[in-house]
Structure formats: structure tokens, C-alpha cells
């Protein structure tokens, strides 16, 4: 379990989390694709999203929150890279389950490393082409990206793409 960043620490920026599959999953993400079931193999999700406006530190908290259950053990992890900079971020007890990351952030898949791009612009589809030119392909046109059509922020790949680690 680790956190990566790049860039200097402020409170917005986009994020890829890497979830790392150990047993086949059988997944549906809410009503997309009329609630279609995924076939997700071993292996590794990453999902790419972006928190802008000062929200970062608590986004990620929030996916790092499971609906019932434990939560992520990146969780802790997480809380004490943004203590070590001086933001407080009160943690989520529970979550709504809202967003197609919510589905894939409850399964029982889990939640391994943490990538965090400071800045103040989305960067979404500059990160799902890195990923996809490490390997990954999407698991869906639109999952996780309803606002970029054709887009997908939600990828699957067999192996670690080792080469997404960055420092800052």
C-alpha cells in the first residue's frame, strides 16, 4: 500500500486508484449499462478521476470508505500522508453508494496504491491514455466517465503498471 504524488501538495488535483484483484469478481456498477454484470479476472482496476475546488484530500478518504464493512486499510494510510502535511480531513464513517468508483471501492477488491497529480485542471483523459499505453484497456466505453463519451476511467489490467509511479 502506498501513496504517490507529483506536484506540489495542494488540495485539488486528479488521482488514479489501483485496486488490486486477487480472486475473480462478478461486478455490476449501479444501473450502468441497464446493470449489466462485469467479468473481472485477476488482475488490477485502476479507476481515474479528479477532485477539484479543495476537495481532494476528502474524496479520497471517501473511496478509501467502504458502504458496510471495513474500510480500505489505504484508508489509514492515507489519513496519515495528509496529517504528515498539515490537513486535518475529518474521515467518512459511511458512504452512499453514488458513483460508479462506489461499486468497484465496495467490492472485495482492494484498494492498493494511491496516485495523486496536483493542480487546479482535470486531467482525466490524459491519464486513462497513460493507461492505456502502459496496457490497460477500459472495461467499458463511459464507465466512470459520463462525462467524456467514448471515455472510460475505469481499466483493467493482468499486471501492476509499475511505471505509473511518480514522486514529487
Given at each position: 500500500m502506498n501513496v504517490y504524488a507529483h506536484g506540489e501538495p495542494q488540495k485539488s488535483g486528479a488521482y488514479v486508484l489501483e485496486l488490486a484483484v486477487l480472486e475473480e469478481l462478478e461486478l455490476a456498477f449501479g444501473r450502468f449499462q441497464n446493470g449489466r454484470v462485469f467479468h473481472i479476472p485477476p488482475g488490477y482496476v485502476y479507476y481515474v478521476g479528479s477532485a477539484l475546488a479543495g476537495r481532494l484530500p476528502s474524496r479520497l478518504l471517501r473511496h478509501a470508505t467502504r458502504a458496510s464493512g471495513l474500510p480500505h486499510q489505504m484508508r489509514s494510510e492515507l489519513v496519515r500522508y495528509f496529517d504528515?502535511?498539515?490537513?486535518?480531513?475529518?474521515?467518512?464513517?459511511?458512504?452512499?453508494?453514488?458513483?460508479?468508483?462506489?461499486?468497484?471501492?465496495?467490492?472485495?477488491?482492494?484498494?492498493?496504491?494511491?496516485?495523486?497529480?496536483?493542480?487546479?485542471?482535470?486531467?482525466?483523459?490524459?491519464?486513462?491514455?497513460?493507461?492505456?499505453?502502459?496496457?490497460?484497456?477500459?472495461?467499458?466505453?463511459?464507465?466512470?466517465a459520463g462525462d467524456r463519451p467514448g471515455g472510460s476511467h475505469v481499466l483493467f489490467s493482468p499486471k501492476r503498471l509499475g511505471a505509473l509511479i511518480v514522486t514529487g
Open positions: 504528515a502535511l498539515g490537513w486535518k480531513v475529518k474521515t467518512p464513517a459511511r458512504k452512499a453508494l453514488h458513483w460508479h468508483a462506489d461499486y468497484l471501492m465496495e467490492s472485495p477488491a482492494e484498494l492498493a496504491s494511491v496516485y495523486i497529480f496536483y493542480g487546479q485542471e482535470p486531467r482525466e483523459a490524459f491519464l486513462e491514455e497513460a493507461l492505456r499505453a502502459l496496457g490497460a484497456e477500459p472495461l467499458a466505453p463511459g464507465l466512470g
